[in-house]
């Protein structure tokens, strides 16, 4: 395959891949809000293009909108979703850090008066062992975001795939959602090992209701204490 036919081949798939039809679905569905997930190439110098494109529809069928980037400079895991190589080279590269904070600098400067956009989660699925790190690394994204733009949700995910989420304590500031994922068992869900059926014992515990519901009281407090409202993304 030449560049050129690679080239038709990534617009032709960019193109279908979503539509105005489907968005125009969700609607007719009831579904009133829209958690976009974007690669940061779709922008990376080429301005919004398609993720414009889809934010069109959605104003027009009424549609919130929370961008979600879901793959990073660098990659902020090591797994395939975030167009990873199978390193979370986010972690290693200031460079890739300081590109990040430029893409969303331009988004929030874009969409500081879009009402049709609900907010920013502002990185899809982290992993690193530095949490502290991580931390410091929302800080200076949402002091990023914040100079352009004071008014549109930030979704803050926790580490380990957003399912840790202690280290982040109370919001720092207004406006700041807690955006949690939760996969456990993992070798279940994510069939790592095909031996294991639920409700059953799967490494070495025994897993059914009052197992996932007692990992998911630990969320529940925190939400009930009132600090910050929380986003259940995926509860696998």
């Known amino acids: 395959m030449s560049k050129e036919e690679l080239r038709r081949f990534e617009q032709d798939f960019r193109t279908n891949f979503i539509q105005k039809e489907d968005i125009k679905k969700l609607k007719n569905l009831g579904i009133n809000c829209l958690r976009l997930p974007f690669n940061f190439r779709l922008i990376r110098g080429q301005g919004l293009g398609h993720l414009g494109e889809l934010i069109d529809w959605c104003r027009e069928y009424k549609i919130y909108v929370i961008l979600d980037m879901h793959a990073a400079p660098g990659a902020q895991n090591a797994d395939?979703?975030?167009?990873?190589?199978g390193k979370a080279l986010?972690?290693?590269?200031?460079?890739?850090?300081?590109?990040?904070?430029?893409?969303?600098q331009f988004l929030a400067e874009h969409y500081k008066d879009e009402p049709v956009i609900a907010g920013y989660d502002i990185l899809n699925e982290p992993?690193?062992?530095?949490?502290r790190g991580l931390k410091r690394?929302?800080?200076?994204?949402?002091?990023?975001?914040?100079?352009?733009?004071?008014?549109?949700?930030?979704f803050l995910e926790g580490s380990d795939w957003a399912q840790n989420i202690?280290?982040?304590g109370e919001p720092e500031s207004e406006n700041i959602v807690y955006s949690i994922h939760f996969y456990q068992p993992l070798d279940f869900s994510f069939n790592f090992r095909f031996?294991?059926?639920?409700?059953?014992?799967i490494d070495g515990q025994y897993w059914a209701e009052g197992k996932i519901r007692s990992y998911?009281?630990?969320?529940?407090?925190?939400?009930?204490?009132?600090?910050?409202?929380?986003?259940?993304?995926?509860?696998?």
């Open 90 to 104: 986010l972690w290693k590269k200031k460079k890739c850090q300081e590109e990040t904070l430029k893409l969303w």
């Open 127 to 131: 992993v690193i062992k530095d949490v």
């Open 137 to 154: 690394f929302y800080r200076e994204m949402m002091k990023t975001i914040r100079q352009v733009d004071k008014r549109h949700i930030i």
């Open 216 to 236: 998911l009281e630990h969320y529940c407090k925190k939400q009930k204490s009132g600090k910050c409202p929380f986003m259940s993304v995926s509860l696998e």
């Open 195 to 201: 031996v294991f059926s639920y409700p059953g014992r």
């Open 80 to 85: 395939w979703h975030s167009d990873s190589n």
């Open 166 to 168: 202690d280290f982040l």
